[in-house]
């Protein structure tokens, strides 16, 4: 006997989602905890509700174990509608005992849980670790997803998880389990490998190269061409720019200490024959400014600060091209960058400046967000180079910390597209609580809280800064030509090849040891009907009553004289004669069948009606209907779902008789509400047509055995008189032509 005292599920049963996606984990910890309490007779129907063998007059005993019963179904509807959802359970309504409610919970949730596997299987094999991002992270949501699947109930193979794992992880990663995967099977000759510790031993190997390749290198080499010497330079800002102070070096123009040429208020020397063409006054807006800096020059610090004003056009136009790096025969040269960077994905260079004002940055993809600055604000350098600021927003950096980097949220950051290099403020970092620390040849930076989190070394030229190694701006990935077929929305698989093997798209290359593989969502999106034969599948009845075929058209756009809007159809199969009436709504179906019914069996035609075709319209389908088929021993068949063509016959005669009322209407001139006359008229005139489906007979004919006199038949034609009885006219009136002519505009008086 059931467990009294049992009234809430166990705690491991999940609460049912609305999609159907837990489906598979909760019916079988359901049942199981059902069968425990011995309840689960309730929901499979094997434990019925108690019948007395006299339902009058019931015996005490049998009273007691019928109302027992119905508490323990209570009991057990109690159960299961604490795990259903709120939609659910409002359905639950009409459905009176466990054993309803389960079979209506069981066959929505199998079809809903239908489309949660496929959404759930795709999700699974579309999951890719991100570029720079942690592949533990990655393979621990790999995982879960699995073990998400499997309570879907959606089972993945083991070679299916190594190939999604070999495809989600990042390249170097993915060679490494391959040769993982190759060495087992040629060394150790074992066929398949546990996934699990796969994974293992590709965290293993990310681990060990995270330790051996940091993400920075302060002293990596541009160009084996190129000194470390001559790619140290710094790019600082000053808050005040006409500010004076001494300068160090001696003036090229008087020979002076204490200023420069550009600050000299002596006469400009004359140009001597065979030197140099004098510099231009202004430069170009945009182009890259070299300075020689020799030996006694110990200042080699580039000044940049706010300029106000508009740059000239003709100065934008002249920007040059050339490289920010170079070297002179005469001396060492630093120079800024200030050219626009078409491709920002290559190496990033931070500079860490004392006298900066501001952060500067060319690297648009590294700004986690970015307000445009409408007009820019334009940047001087020290030499008077403008280039301009058209943004600003949050940057993330990594700075050196020792063997690692640490991230730094910068604020604030100008976006300035002409500059070479990050230009890393220290005293925007102090007013944010950063405390900066210069010793030993290193540059330390600590958090408002103590913690470091940036220790930079000094370059060869006193600079503190650091260089990150790039990424390619359109990095190949390797995938299956089947991956490809899903990225690009399931187009042909001999599409998505030649796509990559013509060279039509970069940055994809396939991979040839992935061959072609049935995709199973193609096969569900281009499913389709057969066709359905045009012929006459079985043989024809031969008698009356034996089949008739039927079918409701409308709703009319326009209704009738008499206010209707349908028409339903009776043909028998045996005769083809067809019956129509005209109906305001599909609820009068039964009335109109009963009405044939009553002229077949009257005029004798049949004893009974055997059997009758319809669709799975909601008329034919009525309790009302089934109750009078029932009782005239009239058996129906219903056509398959959403298949018109399994019931032809009536189909196509709604078809053929529309077509030609419209004709009718048409050529006759009648307002469209006159459709129901027109019917009755068409309806008349098909049954007096022969058919090939008769050898040429007509329905009338097989029907009534004589053949039909068209004697009488006069076209329906505009300027064609006819007899007709008009509404208000008294039967003595004079009429001097014999005929009352028709006119459209007087048809509402037509009988």
């Not at 339902?55 to 049998?62: F, S």
């Not at 659910?88 to 005992?97: A, H």
């Not at 000299?264 to 807006?285: F, I, L, M, Y």
Request: aromatic residues 8%; contains cysteine.
């Amino acid at each position: 006997m059931p467990s009294p005292s049992i009234k809430q599920l166990p705690a491991n049963i999940p609460r049912l989602e609305t999609n159907g996606s837990n489906w598979a984990i909760f019916i079988v910890r359901f049942r199981k905890a059902m069968k425990v309490t011995r309840r689960w007779g309730f929901f499979d129907g094997t434990n019925s509700c108690p019948v007395p063998k006299a339902p009058l007059k019931p015996m005490d005993e049998e009273t007691a174990a019928t109302e027992k019963w119905v508490y323990d179904d209570q009991v057990a509807q109690y159960l299961l509608l604490q795990r259903l959802p709120d939609s659910t359970v409002v359905c639950m309504g009409p459905y009176s005992t466990a054993a309803l409610r389960w079979e209506r919970v069981t066959d929505e949730f199998t079809a809903k849980s239908i489309f949660a596997q496929n959404d759930l299987k795709i999700a699974f094999y579309d999951m890719r670790c991100l570029r720079g991002g942690d592949v533990h992270v990655f393979l621990r949501s790999v995982r879960y997803k699995c073990e998400e699947l499997t309570a879907a109930g959606v089972y993945i193979t083991n070679k299916d998880y190594q190939q999604m794992v070999l495809r989600g992880i990042p390249e170097e990663l993915a060679r490494f389990a391959s040769t993982v995967l190759s060495s087992t099977h040629l060394v150790h000759h074992v066929t398949t490998v546990d996934t699990e510790t796969l994974i293992k031993h590709i965290c293993e190997e990310a681990d060990r190269i995270k330790s051996l390749q940091p993400k920075t290198h302060p002293n990596s080499n541009q160009s084996g061409a190129r000194t470390q010497a001559t790619r140290d330079e710094a790019l600082a800002a000053t808050g005040s720019e006409g500010s004076k102070r001494r300068r160090k070096g001696k003036c090229h123009n008087c020979g002076k200490l204490g200023h420069w040429a550009r600050e000299c208020r002596s006469p400009k020397k004359e140009e001597k024959p065979g030197n140099e063409a004098p510099k231009s006054e202004t430069k170009p807006v945009g182009s890259a400014n070299a300075v020689v800096t020799h030996d006694e020059d110990v200042d080699e610090c580039w000044v940049t600060d706010f300029a106000s004003g508009v740059p000239d056009s003709e100065g934008i136009a002249l920007i040059d091209k050339s490289d920010w790096l170079c070297e002179d025969s005469e001396g060492e040269v630093a120079v800024v960058a200030i050219t626009p960077v078409s491709n920002d994905r290559g190496e990033r260079v931070e500079l860490y400046d004392s006298g900066a004002t501001h952060h500067i940055s060319p690297y648009k993809s590294d700004f986690a967000s970015c307000t445009v600055l409408d007009p820019p604000v334009y940047l001087n350098a020290a030499n008077q180079q403008r280039f301009p600021a058209v943004g600003t927003g949050t940057l993330a950096i990594h700075a050196l910390n020792g063997g690692t980097s640490s991230p730094i949220t910068l604020t604030d950051v100008l976006h300035a597209p002409a500059v070479g290099y990050t230009l890393v403020s220290l005293g925007v970092l102090d007013k944010k609580g950063y405390r900066a620390s210069i010793g030993g040849g290193n540059l330390k930076l600590f958090t408002p809280g103590g913690e470091r989190v940036a220790c930079i070394p000094q370059s060869a030229r006193s600079l503190y800064r650091t260089t990150h190694l790039g990424e390619s701006a359109h990095a190949v990935e390797t995938i299956s030509v089947m991956e490809l077929h899903r990225r690009m929305g399931h187009i042909a698989p001999a599409s998505a090849r030649a796509l990559v093997e013509k060279n039509l798209v970069t940055g994809i290359k396939l991979d040839p040891d992935l061959r072609e593989a049935q995709c199973d969502a193609c096969i569900f999106a281009r499913a389709t009907c057969k066709p359905v034969p045009k012929m006459h599948v079985g043989p024809q009845v031969q008698r009356f009553g034996e089949e008739v075929h039927t079918d409701v058209w409308g709703p009319s756009p326009v209704t009738s004289k008499r206010g209707c809007c349908y028409f339903i159809t009776f043909t028998n199969d045996a005769t083809h004669y067809t019956v129509t009436y005209l109906l305001c709504t599909k609820a009068e179906a039964l009335g109109a069948y009963k009405t044939f019914e009553a002229w077949a069996l009257t005029q004798q035609h049949c004893a009974a009606i055997k059997v009758l075709w319809s669709d799975h319209g909601g008329e034919y389908l009525s309790k009302a209907f089934d109750q009078h088929l029932k009782s005239a021993g009239t058996a129906r068949h219903l056509t398959v779902h959403n298949t018109p063509q399994l019931n032809g016959v009536a189909k196509w005669l709604n078809r053929m008789l529309v077509e030609r009322i419209r004709a009718f209407t048409h050529s006759s001139g009648l307002p469209k509400f006159l459709w129901g006359e027109a019917l009755r008229h068409t309806t008349w005139l098909k049954n007096w047509t022969a058919t090939w489906a008769l050898d040429s007979l007509t329905p009338h004919q097989v029907l009534f055995g004589h053949t039909p006199d068209l004697s009488g038949l006069v076209t329906h034609q505009r300027g064609v008189s006819c007899d007709v009885l008009v509404l208000g006219v008294k039967s003595d009136q004079d009429f001097s032509s014999g005929l009352y002519k028709y006119s459209s505009s007087r048809a509402q008086d037509v009988v």
